[in-house]
């Protein structure tokens, strides 16, 4: 037996990966605040012994040989060889050896308390598991909770047995290694009281898009299986790890609720576990508090930064001291594994109706006849190529999943087993979908599509569909600074690989209207909102905040955040919020503080509402928001745009109110843009200029203005056009005066993406940047420089 402050990764062999790496944990990161629990591991060895002790080796060579020639299926394969190493016995020397290091492990640092023997946890270890090339997640068992000798040589020899099961078979067979080559380790770990408290995983980098700065943590109360197996919806967290080196920034970027409906608990008496209901307020409740999120998310970084390599984490925190420990750390084996230039963008090009939504797993997008099944003793009707649809999976699931074009479940999150083993075979999934398998008819068509940030939906139809890849390290350099549009912030990783200048315009509106929606002035008075079903919709969003307006800037704040995250230190430009008034008042509450108007795109919109007494409280929630994203969570990239701004009075009181909410231009480097949309823009230039950093262009209101057409107006489309000589003629008049007046003018707009003669005319004007949606960055890189080589 070797004690894991004795093994590091180089005794892998002999240890197996997860052992190997509790080892390397303990011996190289305690040091600097990474905490392991106690425990030890048997060797490779002492597995080979049991083998031969028991005459099992040859028996097993024979059932492996029936089922590779086809006589024997895989489930009586497995089941046959379980039994023959169940029915086994240690060897004297090594149950001596067990028993022995667990006696140590219990009295090591005074760990038994009254004599009673400590509980630990029994991990199995294989030594191909946990490898940087295949994670073989819950291919083995782990049991949890094991008090005494005799039921610790009982879960040593089951841990043994589930060498065999039949997902740990078809995950060797996947990866071409022989079964009897493989030999298990078994790591014997002090449980931490995770019952009493929570547990989780954690990883180094975004699972979904490969996004390299961000940890994310999911958490749910109790023992870790319920968020290994996806069966709870737990909560996350997502920290942006670059700020975690500046002492003043707390850089959470994203904290998002969940649901939680069970935990598992140590059994009342002896070993084994419980599952049991969390009650109201643990499931309105957050597992984990900020210094809690920041002190893991540091330790993610120190293990990252010892192993040269993105990790897969599990955490626990112990109820009865309030001590956090990690718990296992392997290779992430998907998202590491694909290359950092390489950009694959899947978009539609049909349309279907959502049949289910969940959360997105990877970022495909697949279609087939849907096959519906509930139960895993039903997984021979199976059929090859179809869309898997079940409640949950584990890891029995294996042989079916690798078969299917796409996975829709109802039950688990973005860490249960279903999506780890969906990345893992590069398969889309929609994973906790709630109604999936009722609303989703067995042998329908159906497309998956994850193709749209975090959240998956499954369309009814075999929906069309595009798929473009390129090399982003061999687009042509440019001259003109690229950047991207962004508006909601659960896509915004998925972009970090394009070569952009940062974010040329962040829509306030749209993380409003997606993340939060809620008008702001219905969080300030609830009192004015006159629909109780409104005012318990807005109850239920808000759970968990004591005060409602805390809920917008917190959600507001960290959305602006991790929209900002991407192209860190490059600017993220945020535009302030631009809905009229139609739009806010279909926000949740809206109607009790929106008066319709005849022509709300000419209206109440953009400048003029944020120093009217009529909006003042909800802006001042804007500007709280900002400030939060900017100065507290740490990103000082962040450039604020105002819309909308009809004269340089305007101006002046826009700016003067936000200097009143701590948003003084200048101060902590602070850079106000100004949309230049509206004619008065261009023809006092020099006016704005002198108030504002920069200029972006918003061409389809400046081309509504210059040639009064609605660009609303279906009958006056053909009308509608950038290109027009009046429209062009005013964008290069802006161009010349913020030159002059030596600030920074953009464009943010498709123009130049559907018009290459226009983004000509850009590039001869000598614009400064241009903002694309990032799905046409790839096909616009070409037009520029084309541009930019004839000008």
């Not at 897969?312 to 590491?336: C, I, N, Y």
């Not at 009707?381 to 949950?392: A, N, P, Q, S």
């Not at 350099?477 to 508006?487: D, H, K, S």
């Not at 949309?677 to 061409?699: H, K, M, Y």
């Amino acid at each position: 037996m070797l004690r894991f402050e004795d093994i590091g990764m180089k005794d892998l062999p002999d240890v197996g990966g997860k052992n190997a790496s509790l080892g390397e944990l303990t011996q190289a990161l305690t040091a600097s605040g990474v905490a392991v629990p106690e425990g030890f591991a048997t060797t490779a060895f002492a597995y080979r012994q049991y083998l031969e002790a028991n005459g099992i080796r040859e028996a097993m060579g024979l059932r492996l040989s029936e089922y590779r020639s086809g006589s024997a299926s895989l489930r009586d394969t497995g089941a046959a060889i379980r039994e023959l190493i169940l029915a086994g016995e240690f060897p004297l020397p090594s149950a001596g050896a067990i028993r022995s290091a667990y006696r140590d492990l219990n009295n090591r640092a005074g760990l038994s308390r009254g004599g009673a023997p400590i509980a630990v946890a029994v991990r199995s270890s294989a030594t191909a598991e946990d490898l940087p090339e295949a994670s073989f997640a819950g291919a083995q068992e782990t049991f949890l909770n094991v008090v005494g000798e005799r039921e610790l040589l009982e879960a040593c020899r089951r841990c043994y047995a589930s060498l065999f099961t039949d997902r740990a078979i078809t995950y060797r067979e996947l990866h071409g290694i022989d079964h009897l080559d493989v030999a298990l380790s078994i790591g014997v770990q002090r449980m931490v009281r995770a019952d009493r408290a929570g547990s989780g995983v954690m990883f180094s980098l975004d699972t979904e898009s490969g996004f390299p700065r961000a940890i994310v943590i999911s958490a749910a109360w109790g023992l870790g299986e319920t968020v290994v197996q996806g069966s709870v919806e737990p909560d996350k967290y997502e920290v942006f790890s670059p700020l975690l080196a500046d002492p003043t920034a707390r850089p959470i970027i994203g904290k998002a609720l969940g649901a939680k409906e069970s935990k598992l608990v140590f059994a009342r008496s002896g070993s084994g576990t419980l599952l049991l209901e969390t009650s109201a307020a643990e499931r309105e409740a957050f597992v984990l508090d900020d210094e809690e999120i920041l002190r893991l998310a540091l330790w993610a970084v120190a293990v990252q930064e010892h192993y040269g390599r993105p990790m897969d984490m599990e955490w626990a925190k112990d109820g009865l001291t309030g001590e956090l420990f990690l718990v296992q750390a392997r290779p992430e084996t998907v998202q590491s594994a694909q290359s950092a230039s390489t950009l694959r963008v899947h978009r539609l090009t049909g349309s279907g109706p959502v049949l289910a939504r969940g959360a997105a797993v990877g970022d495909g997008i697949a279609s087939g006849n849907a096959c519906v099944i509930r139960d895993v003793r039903d997984i021979g009707g199976f059929r090859d190529g179809c869309i898997l649809v079940t409640t949950m999976t584990d890891p029995d699931w294996v042989p079916v999943m690798k078969r299917a074009a796409g996975i829709v479940t109802d039950h688990g999150g973005p860490t249960s087993h279903a999506a780890i083993v969906s990345r893992e075979l590069g398969v889309p999934a929609v994973v906790g979908t709630v109604h999936g398998t009722s609303a989703i008819a067995d042998g329908s068509p159906v497309t998956v599509n994850c193709a749209q940030g975090s959240e998956g939906l499954v369309l009814g139809g075999l929906v069309s569909f595009v798929t473009e890849e390129a090399d982003v390290g061999a687009l042509p350099a440019l001259r003109t600074r690229l950047m991207v549009n962004l508006a909601d912030p659960s896509g915004a990783f998925r972009w970090w690989k394009l070569p952009a200048a940062g974010v040329g315009l962040a829509r306030m509106e749209f993380i409003v209207s997606n993340l939060i929606r809620v008008h702001p002035m219905a969080l300030v008075h609830p009192e004015r909102v006159g629909s109780a079903a409104e005012l318990g919709a807005i109850r239920e969003l808000t759970r968990g905040y004591a005060d409602p307006t805390e809920y917008f800037v917190d959600r507001l704040s960290r959305g602006i955040a991790k929209i900002a995250s991407p192209f860190h230190p490059q600017p993220a430009i945020v535009r302030l919020s631009d809905f009229k008034t139609n739009e806010y008042a279909n926000l949740l509450g809206g109607s009790a503080f929106e008066e319709p108007e005849e022509n709300p795109m000419l209206g109440f919109r953009g400048a003029s509402r944020y120093h009217d007494p009529r909006y003042r409280e909800g802006f001042a929630l804007e500007c709280r928001a900002i400030r939060k994203a900017r100065e507290e969570l740490g990103f000082r990239n962040i450039v604020v745009m105002v819309p909308f701004c009809r004269t340089p009075r305007e101006a002046d009181a826009v700016l003067a109110v936000m200097a009143e909410e701590g948003l003084a231009r200048g101060s902590e480097g602070l850079e106000v843009y100004v949309m230049c949309e509206i004619p008065s823009n261009v023809i006092l230039a020099e006016q704005f200029a002198a108030r504002f950093d920069g200029f972006s262009i918003g061409s389809n209101d400046l081309t509504q203005l210059v040639l009064g057409v609605d660009r609303d107006s279906e009958q006056l489309a053909n009308l509608f056009d950038e290109r027009d000589d009046a429209v062009k003629a005013m964008i290069a008049q802006a161009i010349r005066g913020a030159h002059t007046a030596g600030i920074h003018i953009g464009i943010c707009g498709q123009g130049p993406s559907n018009h290459p003669d226009f983004a000509q005319f850009l590039v001869t004007q000598g614009i400064d940047s241009i903002s694309l949606n990032p799905d046409s960055f790839l096909r616009t890189v070409p037009v520029i420089a084309a541009a930019e080589a004839m000008d």
